[in-house]
C-alpha cells in the first residue's frame, strides 16, 4: 500500500511564505512524475506545479516566479516553495505521484493541506 502525506500548510499574510511538503511511503518500485494540485472552494482542481523523474518542471503562469517545485528522490519526497503569497492562493494542496511497479503505473494523492492566504 503507498500512502502519500501533506505537511506543511496553514494561515500565512499576503506576502508570506510557505513551505509543504510531501512523503511518500509504503512498497515502491520507482517514482516517474509528481506533482501539486490545488483546489479552492467552487472551483476545480488545477495543476500548480509539476516535476519529472528527469527533473524536468513546468509551472501554471499563475504561479510562475513564486513557486518552486522539488523533490528528493532518495527520500521520496516533494516540496513546494511558496513565496509572495496571495489571497487567490486560498486552496486545499494535494500532492500526486504516479508511482511504478512491476506491472505498471498507478497515480496516488494525498489528502490535502490547506493553505489560506488572509490578513
Known amino acids: 500500500q503507498v500512502q502519500l502525506v501533506e505537511s506543511g500548510g496553514g494561515l500565512v499574510q499576503p506576502g508570506g511564505s510557505l513551505r509543504l511538503s510531501c512523503a511518500a511511503s509504503?512498497?515502491?518500485?520507482?517514482?516517474?512524475?509528481m506533482g501539486w494540485y490545488r483546489q479552492a472552494p467552487g472551483k476545480e482542481r488545477e495543476l500548480v506545479a509539476g516535476i519529472s523523474s528527469g527533473d524536468s518542471i513546468n509551472y501554471a503562469d499563475s504561479v510562475k516566479g513564486r513557486f518552486i517545485i522539488s523533490r528528493d528522490s532518495a527520500k521520496n519526497m516533494l516540496y513546494l516553495q511558496m513565496n509572495s503569497l496571495k489571497p487567490e492562493d486560498t486552496a486545499v494542496y494535494y500532492c500526486?505521484?504516479?508511482?511504478?511497479?512491476?506491472?505498471?503505473?498507478?497515480?496516488?494523492w494525498g489528502q490535502g493541506t490547506q493553505v489560506t492566504v488572509s490578513s
Open positions: 500526486n505521484a504516479r508511482i511504478r511497479f512491476v506491472w505498471g503505473t498507478k497515480d496516488y
Open positions: 509504503g512498497t515502491i518500485f520507482a517514482i516517474n512524475d
